[in-house]
């Protein structure tokens, strides 16, 4: 072989390695390309999964609080009757125990009066009085017309 040809072969051969590693590179350059878009396309899917898992449980809780909202409604417009009652029950018990006190109040001034009437006249007189002298604020045994009063 003459030297002419040793060189234009070789020219051929690192035409042909660079060829080789530039559809090397290149190949494994698509490859890179379609595995990102691969990558982004599942990140894709994986947001767009979990952003509608997200609506749906937005969704649910607005559901709950709506529902919330209205037996709140329901339980306070099933209390107004019952806080009615139990108030014009607390108003009766007052009354009636406003009763009984004046009962008890009339039955011991009644008491006190028939104790302090000794004549059973109806009347209670300064001589009755006198003979009570609890009753007598200074305490001297004497009623005068202030104390009577």
Do not use: C
């Not at 107004?80 to 009766?92: I, M, S, T």
């Not at 008890?104 to 001034?109: A, E, F, G, N, Y």
């Not at 604020?137 to 009623?143: R, Y």
């Amino acid at each position: 072989m003459n030297i002419d040809v040793i060189f234009l072969l070789a020219p051929v051969e690192l035409t042909q390695k660079f060829q080789a590693v530039r559809d090397a590179r290149r190949t494994l350059h698509e490859a890179g390309i379609a595995k990102k878009k691969e990558i982004i396309a599942k990140s894709k899917a994986i947001t767009s999964e979990r952003q509608e898992h997200f609506n749906k449980l937005e969704q649910d809780l607005n559901n709950l609080e709506n529902d919330l909202k209205e037996k709140e409604k329901l339980k306070q417009e099933a209390e107004v009757p019952e806080y009615a009652a139990k108030e014009k029950n607390q108003k009766l018990w007052e009354e009636n125990r406003a009763m009984q006190q004046v009962t008890v109040r009339d039955q011991q001034i009644r008491e006190i009066f028939v104790d302090l009437d000794t004549n059973e006249d109806s009347l209670v007189s300064i001589d009755e009085l006198q003979k009570h002298t609890e009753l007598d604020i200074n305490q001297e045994n004497e009623f005068t017309v202030e104390e009577v009063r």
